[in-house]
């Protein structure tokens, strides 16, 4: 495991985690595989798989309020050709009245080489 691997890793999934927040469906689709694979809160239990759930909160009315997230504690594994990537994730937002919100959530993310880059083919979030 080379840092530099590492270090792309983690560049690699605050561009993910930025695109979420910006709702830049391009980026989070180059960065992803199409039939990735998730546990998270929103899917209540079920695994999802593919791009299509993912759309829906993509395609759901910008609020135009700020809101980003840090990546806090991570760790990176490789194995060969397979990473894993676990961390906090703390999302800081604006509610509609102005106010700033904290929340943080445990992810764990896997990612991929395919054809020499690193893709994200499965992630599992849980709620804090």
């Known amino acids: 495991m ?8 983690l560049k690699l999934s605050k561009q993910l985690l930025d695109s979420i927040d910006h ?17 998270e809160p929103e899917a209540r239990g079920h695994l999802v798989t593919g791009m299509d759930f993912h759309r829906f909160y993509f395609d759901m009315n910008p609020t135009g ?8 504690s991570p760790m990176v594994s490789i194995m060969g050709e397979v990473a894993l990537v676990t961390y906090i994730r703390v999302v800081q ?6 106010h700033d919100h904290s929340a943080a959530c ?10 020499g880059e690193w893709q994200h083919v499965h992630f599992h979030r849980s709620t804090i």
């Open 93 to 98: 937002s604006i509610d509609e009245h102005g």
């Open 106 to 115: 445990e992810e764990s993310r896997i990612w991929q080489k395919q054809d």
């Open 23 to 39: 709702k830049d469906w391009n980026t989070y689709t180059s960065l992803c595989d199409e039939e990735l694979t998730c546990f």
């Open 65 to 72: 309020r700020p809101r980003q997230s840090t990546i806090s």
């Open 2 to 9: 080379s840092d530099n691997d590492v270090q792309d890793l």
